[in-house]
């Protein structure tokens, strides 16, 4: 029960990140604006993102029920409301105000966040951190996405 709880809200609460920014991109990918950009050579097909983003909630979920179950504290809370605010903001600063080089800014901050969760608490969660890695992962490959279009349009 001191898993299930925190993991049910974490779920919740990503799922909702998810929702949000959705919500505030727009037309988003499907858009005239977007589908007009130079993209880079090695952006994934659609689909890709729904599972990635669909996998990578699942395990940041998990990964920040062990977290709170071990560490309750104002930082990880914190933490995690700055990820939180990031994430659904890009969508919003990249997709629907159309600021490419801010949207770069933003998932790179983004990134420093979740990289500061690996490497803050690694000792704590141990094998459990590298419930985290996917998101740095996809973070890594959405960063290097936002570059290509922030330099070459």
Do not use: H
């Not at 898993?3 to 779920?11: A, G, R, T």
């Not at 029920?65 to 659904?88: D, E, G, H, M, W």
């Amino acid at each position: 029960m001191k898993f299930f709880k925190p993991f049910m809200v974490f779920l919740i609460i990503n799922f909702a990140a998810l929702g949000i920014g959705s919500w505030l991109m727009a037309d988003g990918p499907q858009g005239e604006w977007y589908q007009s950009l130079s993209k880079a050579p090695w952006t994934p097909d659609g689909w890709v993102f729904g599972v990635a983003w669909t996998t990578i909630m699942i395990c940041f979920s998990i990964y920040m029920a062990f977290l709170y179950s071990i560490r309750p504290t104002s930082k990880v809370k914190l933490l995690f409301t700055i990820q939180f605010l990031l994430n659904v903001g890009w969508n919003f600063i990249f997709f629907n105000q159309r600021l490419t080089t801010l949207g770069l800014i933003t998932i790179i901050l983004l990134t420093i966040i979740v990289a500061a969760f690996l490497l803050t608490y690694s000792k704590d969660l141990k094998v459990k951190s590298a419930l985290i890695l996917p998101y740095l992962i996809w973070l890594g490959i959405a960063t290097s996405l936002n570059l290509y279009i922030a330099l070459y349009n």
